[in-house]
């Protein structure tokens, strides 16, 4: 009796390309990879909207990895910009009601959370010069919170995650990680959808939205430095963005007017 | 964003590509060592009944042997059988490596049975060796009979 196979010509071996058969299991997976992707976004988008903000305020209080610690007590640059985020929302009666805290870090940026937080960054706040241009992040922010963007964003992270663990490429430290903030990364849409929103906030408190690009202004420079390249990868359209608030200012009729310079209490300052 | 996707998944690319590679030369290797020793102990039969053929041969000296083999399935195998598994259809990632098995196991057997006539009672059976998910993943095979030697084997 003689070794009757080997490589080839095997009866216990599928015949074809081994490679071949690998790219058709790839092409598969990436079609089915594709339709989930899909499917899950489209079904996010029509849920998020209908929920009623009982259900919101549950969900957020969930997801503990993104609540940040704080000692209860505002500090009084949180109440100095809470002072404004409140004028801002009783100027505006679409806008939402926000709570605000202050991040010690130095990364240029804010972040609206599901359950109606805003959080500044000391970087961001360090940088701006003028009370317009917070009021436009604010207003930004709160354009987000409005439309339930960080909820979207969390709820497709969230299903993608569900599916990958359930076919056993999940890691469970994904929703763990605080760094993970960065799950809370908008959609270009939604980025201009708020960008035009804050805007008409602004103009409700000011009667002028001048002011409304010092945030940019303030990212291109950043930018500049090499240490912020690869976060500024994400946000490569911020000159777009300018290009369509402007437009959106003049088909509104909104007029620029002067800045008021932003004052904020001293770190640590207990008397205001 | 190509430059992010190539930054997530670049050691992923070069994995399936090495592991394809690696594993490509090891199989080819082990099948052409493998029909090379199937020639060499083609003399010793085996067969999986235990009846005696002949009545009048006259059997010196009966004694179990094994011969076990484990092969394991390269990442590339691995990774490619994942996705098959949440598709469907025929697993062909494992057939080489379940086929090394059980005949490397098969050789090894009869190796070990040096001078016998003939291997009867043969069994052979196979263990997946995978922890879950686990990137590990192999097949071992196991072999054994009764190596019978006839007594003019003893005298030739």
């Known amino acids: 009796m003689r070794g009757e196979y080997g490589f080839s010509d095997n009866p216990n071996v599928s015949k074809g390309s081994p490679l071949l058969g690998a790219l058709k299991v790839f092409a598969a997976a990436a079609v089915l990879v594709g339709t989930l992707y899909f499917s899950i976004g489209i079904a996010v988008d029509a849920v998020v909207p209908l929920l009623p903000d009982s259900t919101v305020q549950s969900i957020s209080k969930r997801m ?3 609540r940040i610690p704080s000692g209860g007590k505002m500090t009084p640059v949180e109440q100095s910009i809470q002072r404004l985020a409140d004028r801002l929302a009783e ?7 926000i709570r605000v805290r202050v991040v010690p870090s130095d990364m240029v940026n804010a972040f609206a959370l599901p359950d109606g937080t805003v959080l500044l960054n000391t970087g961001l706040l360090a940088r701006l010069e003028s009370e ?16 339930r963007d960080a909820l979207r964003g969390l709820g497709r992270a969230m299903a993608y995650q569900m599916v990958a ?6 890691s469970e430290q ?7 903030l960065s799950e809370l990364a908008f959609s270009r849409g939604q980025e201009e959808r708020a960008d035009r929103e804050g805007m ?3 103009q409700k408190l000011y009667g002028h939205v001048g002011g409304y690009d ?3 202004r303030i990212m291109q420079r950043e930018r500049a430095q090499e240490a912020w390249a690869a976060y500024f990868s994400t946000h490569p359209h911020d000159d777009r963005r300018i290009q369509l608030m402007q437009e959106h200012s003049d088909d509104m009729g909104y007029v620029m007017g002067s800045e008021t310079p932003l004052i904020l209490p001293r770190d640590g300052d207990e008397s205001l | 964003m190509l430059e992010h996707l190539l930054d997530e998944y670049l050691p992923l690319l070069v994995m399936l590509l090495g592991t394809f590679l690696t594993g490509m030369i090891i199989e ?3 099948y052409a060592s493998i029909l090379r020793r199937e020639l060499a102990t083609a003399r010793i039969h085996h067969l999986n009944s235990g009846k005696k053929l002949d009545p009048k041969a006259r059997i010196s000296q009966s004694r179990l042997v094994c011969g076990e083999a484990v092969i394991s399935v390269e990442f590339f195998r691995w990774f490619v059988g994942l996705l098959h598994s949440l598709l469907g259809g025929t697993m062909r990632e494992y057939e080489t490596a379940l086929d090394r098995a059980r005949r490397e196991a098969v050789l090894r057997m009869k190796e070990s049975a040096k001078g016998a006539s003939a291997i009867v009672n043969v069994r052979v059976e196979h263990t997946p060796i995978s922890y879950g998910l686990s990137r590990f993943s192999g097949v071992e095979a196991i072999a054994w009979g009764t190596a019978i030697y006839l007594e003019e084997d003893r005298a030739g």
């Open chain 1, 64 to 66: 503990d990895w993104i």
């Open chain 1, 91 to 97: 100027a505006d009666p679409d806008a939402p009601r």
């Open chain 1, 132 to 147: 317009n241009g917070l009021a436009f992040i604010l207003g930004h922010e709160m354009a987000h919170i409005r439309n």
């Open chain 1, 165 to 170: 663990e359930a076919v056993g490429f999940g």
């Open chain 1, 174 to 180: 994904v929703f763990s990680d605080p760094a993970q």
């Open chain 1, 200 to 202: 008409d906030t602004v």
């Open chain 1, 214 to 216: 010092e945030f940019f």
């Open chain 2, 28 to 30: 080819r290797r082990h």
